[in-house]
T-cell receptor, first 117, second 117 residues
Framework: GAGVSQSPSNKVTEKGKDVELRCDPI?????LYWYRQSLGQGLEFLIY????????KSGLPSDRFSAERTGGSVSTLTIQRTQQEDSAVYLC???????????????FGSGTRLTVV | KQEVTQIPAALSVPEGENLVLNCSFT??????LQWFRQDPGKGLTSLLL?????REQTSGRLNASLDKSSGRSTLYIAASQPGDSATYLC????????????????FGKGTKLSVKP
């Protein structure tokens, strides 16, 4: 597609439920990031996928958070047993990155606003 | 640890004024610096990308400069308009995976700009 697509755009879930957030990067982009933005806060790095390399999960806040990227394209961020503090906007970005030393810019999706009630 | 600081945190100007937003970073070993715009409840829109070897980039009424050695970048907006009201974020891309849990794209907390008609 022309841009990074995220779905759903909004998600309201009950505390304790699992949620899945989807990101469709720009075709051909090999690098994919997930960020979280809480109300009034800056962007918090969650996870980074680069090609076929093992993902960098060092930003995931707890073991309730996991992410996959299938076939080097679509990525899914899963939050298990959601808590109210998980409420935030989850942003996905992709970049053309033929290698880790790439200096291309990033394109962001519109985000998924998650509300845990 | 790379830190990105944006000053001021908020700025209110009358329509038509020229203005400058500031971004500073603590480690000059960057690949590039990118300025983004974020409207309330939306994702990030890329405005300008400056490679580490470049001094400035221009797009329409926007001009971004980069002084890597001093760890500074400015975003200049000419003849501001109410439609420019948004939060402006700068982000630096680092070599490899710097600092583990930060990821390699480090954001400032943004400057919230309000342009009054």
């Amino acid at each position: 597609g022309a841009g990074v697509s995220q779905s759903p755009s909004n998600k309201v879930t009950e505390k304790g439920k699992d949620v899945e957030l989807r990101c469709d990067p720009i075709s051909g982009h090999t690098a994919l990031y997930w960020y979280r933005q809480s109300l009034g806060q800056g962007l918090e790095f969650l996870i980074y996928f680069q090609g076929n390399s093992a993902p960098d999960k060092s930003g995931l806040p707890s073991d309730r958070f996991s992410a996959e990227r299938t076939g080097g394209s679509v990525s899914t961020l899963t939050i298990q047993r959601t808590q109210q503090e998980d409420s935030a906007v989850y942003l996905c970005a992709s970049s053309f990155a033929p290698g880790a030393a790439s200096n291309y810019g990033y394109t962001f999706g519109s985000g998924t606003r998650l509300t845990v009630v | 640890k790379q830190e990105v600081t944006q000053i001021p945190a908020a700025l209110s100007v009358p329509e038509g004024e020229n203005l400058v937003l500031n971004c500073s970073f603590t480690d000059s070993a960057i690949y590039n610096l990118q300025w983004f715009r974020q409207d309330p409840g939306k994702g990030l829109t890329s405005l300008l990308l400056i490679q580490s070897s470049q001094r400035e980039q221009t797009s329409g009424r926007l001009n971004a400069s980069l002084d890597k050695s001093s760890g500074r970048s400015t975003l200049y907006i000419a003849a501001s308009q109410p439609g420019d009201s948004a939060t402006y974020l700068c982000a630096v891309k680092l070599p490899g995976n710097y600092g583990g849990s930060q990821g390699n794209l480090i954001f400032g907390k943004g400057t919230k700009l309000s342009v009054k008609p």
